[in-house]
């Protein structure tokens, strides 16, 4: 175990809109700072730990790492880009004195940007502006940089922070230059510009012991783990501590148990921290985010921004489908509220309610790809759940009622950009800017209501054929704005339980596109694909071709099948209507009617009628 003697310090956060090369720029700073053996195997973007996070390629969580040069200890935090996420972001620049903007030198400033830069820059830290991919071949680094200046000036940047120095980088390939005509050789301009640049914790060693806690999560070995900056004082191992919330009442009393730094991607325990450390304690099991960590002397909270509430939920409950319990090994209900109550432990946007009958569970998020995110390491886990159409959470202020609003970026080709717009329109979304962004593409900003946005997403890429790029991100709260048009389409609804077979899906084309294909399993009130008109239609996908001694030359032609629509969660969650439920298994998602059997549909279309 290694004591820490208090070591120069810098801590800096890097944040970037999604897909700008964050993490990978990261992986390349810790290999050149010489954190890995020449014989380490390293995986690519390292910092991005989970599953989900390597495939989708963005960053969920934040992570902090610390590398070593020129005998500074530099941790550096690693941020989500994703608006849905920025429920960390907003706690995890608390923990930084500078912050490290990264830029897609095509690109440009996005409204993710936006969002979390605005954050840091009320909060007083210096930025340094990095220009990332420039060796794109559509690259426009001088532009951009323009673009980037008045983003500062719109965000009320100060003096200071308006006298940022500017890297151009390329992440991936680990140079970057203070000019683009330098040699480009390694990121180690990077590294003196954050030692020079970034001031050192202003730190407090002579008051008592108090940490603000940042990120939560739990280790099998250490349960509750919270990581945080040490504000002012110091701690050792095992000594006593208690948790004050944000308005100064206790929490908890506890113990120290654990120690742990960051170094590299693991953290190593140690036996006393500094004012300015980032470390991660265990021991506490009531304590969370935004509370303050603390000697038993002391008595005032360190101020935190409080966690902005969530603006979408999704129900969830049991699968009660005939195909139960096939694909998953956790299936009953106590075992979803257990897993649902532990994430809404350790992942503060997101809020746990129990209807009335402990049957289902309301689950509040800040969109739909948080709560898609959930889901998916759930089925991941073997869960079974049936899951409802996402709805937005309204506000009631002097007796109005409020709806969540979204800024929309949306950059198209310009002759796909009539029909956004009218489609927006009709989400009720108003237009505030449009503006060409050159080589043929239009850039339109939109208001618009997280209600209308709700499966905008597979529409608009149909739109605009795919070549579309659009970016929401939540702006306020705005009086009620009317009735939106939901799916306009009706559904192909199974009438029997077995297998699909061929014949039948190729007799049914016609009808609409299918979301099935030959030999799957179906049920009863399940929905097997979308009907060309409004209504829906209940269809026989069993039904064979009856065979005879009789050969017909014409009837006896190929079949031949159109592939399936294909839909990934967020799609199927947003696709649905309010009749309608996702079933989702480790194997499976599947879309039914709540109810299956043809005559209570009926019955509920009356009584609603």
């Known amino acids: 175990m290694s004591s820490a003697t208090q070591q120069p310090l810098r801590n800096i956060a890097i944040i970037a809109h999604v897909d700008h090369g964050k993490t990978t720029l990261i992986d ?18 390292v910092m991005d730990s989970g599953d989900l996070e ?115 980088a390329s992440g991936r390939d680990g140079w970057c230059v203070r000019e683009l005509g330098d040699a480009r050789e390694n990121l180690h301009p990077l590294l003196d510009l954050i030692l020079d640049h970034v001031p050192a914790p202003n730190v407090l060693e002579g008051k008592p012991f108090a940490m603000l806690a940042t990120l939560l999560d739990s280790d099998p070995f250490l349960g509750r783990c919270l990581t945080g900056r040490v504000v002012h004082g110091s701690a050792k191992i095992n000594d006593t501590v208690k948790a004050i919330d944000l308005d100064g009442n206790l929490v908890e009393n506890g113990r120290l148990s654990k120690l742990l730094m960051f170094k590299g991607t693991q953290r190593v325990p140690v036996t006393e921290v500094h004012a300015g450390d980032i470390i991660c304690i265990a021991g506490l099991t009531q304590a969370s985010v935004a509370d303050t960590i603390c000697a038993p002397a002391v008595t005032t909270p360190l101020q935190s921004t409080p966690i902005d509430p969530p603006t979408m939920s999704v129900t969830i409950s049991v699968n009660d489908s005939p195909f139960a319990g096939r694909e998953g090994s956790k299936v009953t209900s106590t075992m979803i509220r257990e897993r649902l109550l532990a994430e809404a432990e350790t992942n503060v946007a997101i809020t746990f309610k129990e209807s009335d009958g402990k049957d289902s569970f309301e689950i509040g998020g800040r969109g739909e790809l948080q709560l898609g995110v959930l889901i998916e390491t759930m089925r991941r886990e073997g869960f079974e759940l049936t899951v409802s159409r996402p709805k937005v959470l309204f506000r009631e202020e002097n007796g109005e009622k409020l709806e969540p609003i979204e800024e929309v970026i949306i950059d198209v080709d310009e002759e796909y950009s009539s029909s956004v717009v009218d489609s927006m329109n009709k989400r009720k979304g108003e237009m505030s800017d449009m503006r060409s962004s050159g080589a043929g593409k239009t850039r339109i900003t939109f208001l618009a209501p997280s209600r209308g946005l709700i499966g905008y997403q597979s529409r608009f890429l149909t739109q605009t054929r795919g070549t579309g790029v659009m970016n929401r991100l939540f702006h306020s709260y705005a009086p009620y704005k009317g009735d939106v048009p939901q799916r306009r389409n009706g559904a192909l609804i199974s009438t029997d339980t077995g297998t699909a077979v061929a014949y039948a899906l190729f007799n049914l084309q016609d009808r609409g596109a299918m979301f099935i294909g030959h030999q799957t399993p179906v049920y009863q009130g399940m929905i097997v694909g979308e009907h060309n008109r409004d209504n829906d239609l209940e269809v026989n996908v069993l039904k064979g071709k009856k065979l005879t001694n009789v050969r017909a030359s014409g009837s006896d032609d190929a079949v031949t099948l159109t592939p399936p629509r294909k839909m990934s969660l967020e799609d199927m969650m947003a696709y649905i209507n309010e009749d309608e439920l996702l079933e989702v298994t480790p194997e499976s998602l599947r879309l039914r009617k709540k109810h299956l059997c043809p005559h209570e549909r009926k019955k509920e279309s009356r009584a609603n009628g």
Request: glycine share 8%; no cysteine; net charge negative.
């Open 28 to 45: 390349s700073i810790m290999k050149q700072s010489g954190m890995f053996r020449d014989n380490q195997n390293v995986n690519e973007r």
């Open 54 to 168: 390597k495939e989708r390629g963005i960053t969920i969580l934040a992570k902090p790492t610390s590398i070593e040069w020129d005998d500074v200890r530099i941790n550096i935090i690693d941020t989500p880009g994703h608006a849905d996420f920025g429920g960390e972001v907003e706690r995890v620049l608390h923990m930084a004195d500078g912050v490290i903007l990264l830029t897609d030198a095509a690109e440009g400033p996005m409204p993710q940007t936006k969002f979390v830069l605005g954050k840091a820059l009320k909060q007083g830290l210096r930025p340094i502006v990095i220009i990332n991919k420039v060796d794109r071949p559509d690259g426009r680094p001088e532009e951009v940089i323009d673009e980037v200046f008045d983003l500062f000036v719109s965000l009320d940047a100060n003096d200071a922070q308006l006298d940022f120095p500017i890297l151009y």
